[in-house]
């Protein structure tokens, strides 16, 4: 059973940046798709970016692509979220998530396996 824990939520001032965090233990996680979504109240979960089990195939909502880098560490079993120019409509719970497959391709609408509890990330007008 692979475990998630994410780290790094924060108030910030809107263009601001912030690192999040996720650790995972148990499972394979370098053969494992990561990704990161994220919820804001009143909305449904959406997708905020992913990467594969080698990191050559990421992809990224088109509302942060350009502000938003994913990342992995397989040697620490962590995933990253880089996320810089931040706006308020950034604002919501993010979730670290992993998908048990080793993908060659990542596609939107991916299901997923295991989830952290999120941390939430505040930007400030």
């Known amino acids: 059973q692979v475990q998630l824990v994410e780290s790094g939520g924060a108030l910030v001032q809107a263009g601001g940046s912030l690192r999040l965090s996720c650790a995972a233990s148990g499972g394979t996680f370098s053969s494992n798709t990561m990704g990161w979504f994220r919820q804001a109240p009143g909305k449904e979960r959406e997708v905020v970016a992913g990467?594969?089990?080698?990191?050559?195939?990421?992809l990224y909502a088109e509302s942060v692509t350009g502000r938003f880098t994913i990342s992995r560490d397989n040697a620490k079993n962590t995933v990253y979220l880089l996320m810089n120019s931040l706006k308020p409509e950034d604002s919501a719970v993010y979730y670290c998530?992993?998908?048990?497959?080793?993908?060659?391709?990542?596609?939107?609408?991916?299901?997923?396996?295991?989830w952290g509890q999120g941390t939430q990330v505040t930007v400030s007008s």
């Open positions: 998530a992993a998908r048990v497959v080793r993908d060659y391709i990542l596609r939107y609408g991916d299901s997923y396996d295991y």
């Open positions: 990467i594969n089990w080698s990191g050559r195939s990421r």
